[in-house]
């Protein structure tokens, strides 16, 4: 039984949603069932994964479903510090009910994110998400893959705590940097033990990576992989085409086949 759930950090804009997508189909071709989170308060997952837009629109994030928020925790949210809610509330019916599921057999849970309240992370909705989260990594052989909202606010609502795995995208320049060290020291603050960090966006091999990896040994995120820049993904982008369809890619493929190996074997070579 194999079952690994790792979550996408890093500044905002520098591949996360790309590369989940990317992941979660090189995981699916090598014949796991994938789960994947949108945790980003913008969710564009869905169309990366080749959801049709219909489909995504209809949909509320789990994290303003104020009726259900409240009928599972018994608080509505928002209403104020004080109020109880339960601390352990019913949520195995969500990940099938709200779910949907792209062409290539991705399954898509949207569940949003916390906006900082005023009562932190001690709300009805994190409460919510935390035990979902839970919830779906029990289920076996899955892999759980978590898109996050870029940066590291939403590190302290411990919505990544369950994870096995954090990843951090990098693309060449300082402040990707800055954000992985941040992120670096938040999460082992929450307990994770295992980190990687994958470059992406790469143009000048030499410059960008010599540059990167040297910041990144010193801080102990050994690189699992380096992707190139191509004029193709921001096409796709551009275009809503999703990526399990983009052409002219060869290497980009080659790579994240390369990064799914090294995430498994970080995870069963202990
Ligand atoms: N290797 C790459 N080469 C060229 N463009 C890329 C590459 N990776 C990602 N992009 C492009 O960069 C843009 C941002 O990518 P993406 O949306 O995946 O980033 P993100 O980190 O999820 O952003 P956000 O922080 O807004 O959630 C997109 O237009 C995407 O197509
Ligand atoms: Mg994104």
Do not use: W
């Not at 071709?29 to 308060?41: E, H, I, S, T």
């Not at 479903?65 to 809610?85: H, K, N, Q």
């Not at 969500?94 to 849970?109: E, H």
């Not at 002219?248 to 390369?258: S, V």
Request: glycine letters at 8%; one cysteine or more; a negative charge.
């Amino acid at each position: 039984v194999f079952n690994l759930k790792f979550a996408i950090t890093g500044k905002g804009g520098v591949g996360k949603t790309t590369i989940t997508a990317l992941l979660a189909q090189a995981f699916t071709n090598k014949g796991y069932k994938l789960f994947v989170v949108d945790a980003d308060p913008s969710p564009s997952l869905g169309n990366a994964l080749g959801i049709p837009e219909t489909t995504m629109n209809e949909l509320t994030p789990i994290s303003e479903m104020l009726d259900l928020i409240e009928e599972r925790t018994g608080v509505r949210p928002g209403s104020g510090y004080g109020a109880m809610f339960k601390l352990n509330p019913q949520v195995d019916d969500i990940p099938n009910k709200y779910s949907v599921v792209s062409p290539t057999g991705i399954k898509l849970l949207v569940v949003g994110t916390i906006k900082a309240a005023e009562a932190g992370c001690f709300c009805p909705e994190n409460a919510l998400l935390k035990r979902l989260l839970k919830h779906l990594i029990l289920s076996k052989e899955e892999i759980l893959i978590m898109d996050m909202e870029a940066g590291i606010e939403h590190l302290g609502r411990g919505t990544v705590k369950l994870m096995d795995l954090l990843i951090i995208i990098l693309e060449p320049g300082l402040r990707s940097i800055k954000v992985a060290e941040q992120i670096k020291k938040l999460g082992e603050d929450l307990g994770i033990k295992k980190f990687g960090a994958i470059l992406n966006k790469i143009q000048d091999q030499t410059r960008d990576e010599s540059m990167i990896s040297a910041k990144l040994s010193k801080l102990d995120i050994p690189i699992i992989g380096s992707l190139p820049f191509n004029e193709k993904l921001v096409q796709a982008d551009l275009e809503g085409i999703p990526l399990y369809k983009i052409e002219g890619c060869e290497q980009i493929f080659l790579e994240i086949n390369e990064i799914q190996n090294r995430i498994e074997s970080m995870i069963t070579d202990e």
